[in-house]
C-alpha cells in the first residue's frame, strides 16, 4: 500500500475502511486486539511502534484477519461485533498458536 493523498476536492467516502485482528503470543499465551483503520498497514505499524492503544504496547503484533468496508460506520459497527464473537477470536487464537507455537 501506498500513501493515501488527500485533497479537499475528494470524497471522504470514496475511501476504504477496515477491521482487523491482531494477534501477538508471549510465554505461550496468545492475545489479539480488534480495531478498525483507513490504514491497515500503517495502523499495524503504530501498534508494533508501541504508539497504539494502551493494550498493544510492547508486544509484536501480527495480523490476523481483516475486512474492508465502504464506510466508517459500517467499519465501527463490525469491530463492536468482533470485539464480543469470542468463538470467533478462540480460533483466530487457536489457528496462531497452531502456526507460530512458541514465541516469535
Known amino acids: 500500500m501506498g500513501t493515501l493523498e488527500l485533497s479537499l476536492t475528494d470524497d471522504p467516502s470514496s475511501f476504504s475502511c477496515f477491521v482487523y ?8 499465551e496468545v492475545r489479539t486486539y ?13 501498534h508494533n511502534s508501541g504508539k497504539g492503544a494502551k493494550s ?12 474492508e468496508f465502504k464506510t ?15 468463538k470467533f477470536r478462540g480460533a483466530l487464537r487457536d489457528t496462531f498458536r497452531k502456526q507460530y507455537g512458541r514465541d516469535g
Open 21 to 28: 485482528v491482531i494477534g501477538s503470543i508471549r510465554d505461550g
Open 34 to 46: 480488534v480495531g478498525w483503520t483507513n490504514n491497515l498497514e500503517k495502523r499495524i505499524a503504530t
Open 56 to 67: 498493544t504496547r510492547g508486544r509484536e503484533w501480527v495480523l490476523l484477519y481483516s475486512e
Open 72 to 86: 466508517r460506520g459500517e467499519a465501527m459497527s463490525r469491530e463492536w461485533h468482533l470485539k464480543r464473537d469470542h
